[in-house]
C-alpha cells in the first residue's frame, strides 16, 4: 500500500478535512471463513460531496493483506459509498496464528485456536484531497 495514505483512527478527535474523507466500513464484527458477507464503506462520517470539480475517485477495499476490489466512481455518482463481498478463507487463521505464535514460538499456541483477529482496511481516493484510509477490526472463525 502506498505511503501517501492519511489513515485514521475511526475512534479519535477528528478535523474537518478527515470527518469528510475517512472511510466508514460497515461489516459484521465476526465472520466464518468461507461464508460471503457484505460490506459497506461510506467516505465520510459528513459525507464527501460527488461534485464535477470535487469528487471520489474510487473506493478500495482489504482483507488483511488481500485487495478485495476496488470501485471506481464519478461526479455523476450521488453518494460516495461502494458494497463489497468479502468472503474470508480458511488459510487468514492460520496465518494469523502464524504471526500471534512468533511472540511465543512457531505453532505452540497454533492447535487450538480456531479463530484470528484482522483487519479490514478501505482506502479512498479524493480528486482534490488524496488518499485517505480506516481499517476496522474483525474476527475471522473457522
Ligand atoms: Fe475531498
New binding site residues.
Partial sequence: MSDDINWIEIDEERTDVEE??VPVITSPDVMTAGESYEVKVTVGISP?VMETD?YIEWIELWLADRKIGRFDLGPSEKMAEAVFSVMPEKDIIEATEYEVCNIHGVNVCAEDLKSAFTHLRAVVS?N??GLWGSSKKVEVKE
Avoid: N, T
Fill in positions: 469528510r474523507h464527501h470535487h479524493c482534490v484531497h
